[in-house]
């Protein structure tokens, strides 16, 4: 498997670690505890700490964002384009990737910290439109 295919299954791995701990271990403790139900956590409604917003908020954004990583490494396995730039970049994005969910997740809203995940959400962006130019360059068809 090429390195884009494992960054692919890391970056699920973590959109699914971050609903697990980030969403699902705040639910479970309040549902556990008495203290809400099962029924107490509607979609379309706000609710929760801001700790719990911002953690539906940074699994919203890996669910967004994957797809279109998706996309990218698939096109770079299916036109046989294996460099150690694609490699890098990959690697890059997880890395960015892990970065802007953990800085959403674990600290306030200030416009520091919302800059900080920003650099990380464009680092990801430039490692996907460089991987792209990379299918272009030595795709094959």
């Known amino acids: 498997m090429t390195v884009p295919l494992w960054v692919l299954l890391g970056f699920a791995l973590w ?3 971050v609903l ?12 556990l505890t008495g203290n809400a139900q099962i ?3 509607p979609g379309d409604t706000p ?5 719990y917003r911002r953690a539906v908020r940074a699994h919203a954004n890996c669910v967004e964002n ?6 990218v490494s698939v096109a770079l396995f299916a036109s046989h384009v294996t460099s150690p730039t ?3 970049l990959a690697i890059a994005l997880l890395i960015a990737r892990v970065g802007q969910s953990v800085v959403h997740m674990a600290f306030d809203e200030t416009n520091t910290t919302v800059l ?6 464009f680092a990801q962006l430039l490692a996907m439109l460089w991987m792209a130019v990379e299918v272009i360059r030595l795709g094959q068809v």
């Not at 609710?47 to 700790?51: I, Y």
């Not at 994957?66 to 996309?71: D, E, R």
């Open 116 to 121: 900080i995940r920003f650099s990380f959400f």
């Open 47 to 51: 609710h929760g700490s801001p700790a």
């Open 66 to 71: 994957l797809p279109v990583y998706g996309a």
């Open 20 to 31: 697990m701990v980030g969403i699902g271990m705040r639910r479970w403790t309040l549902i």
């Open 86 to 88: 694609a490699d890098v």
């Open 39 to 41: 029924k107490d956590f």
């Open 15 to 17: 959109t699914i670690a």
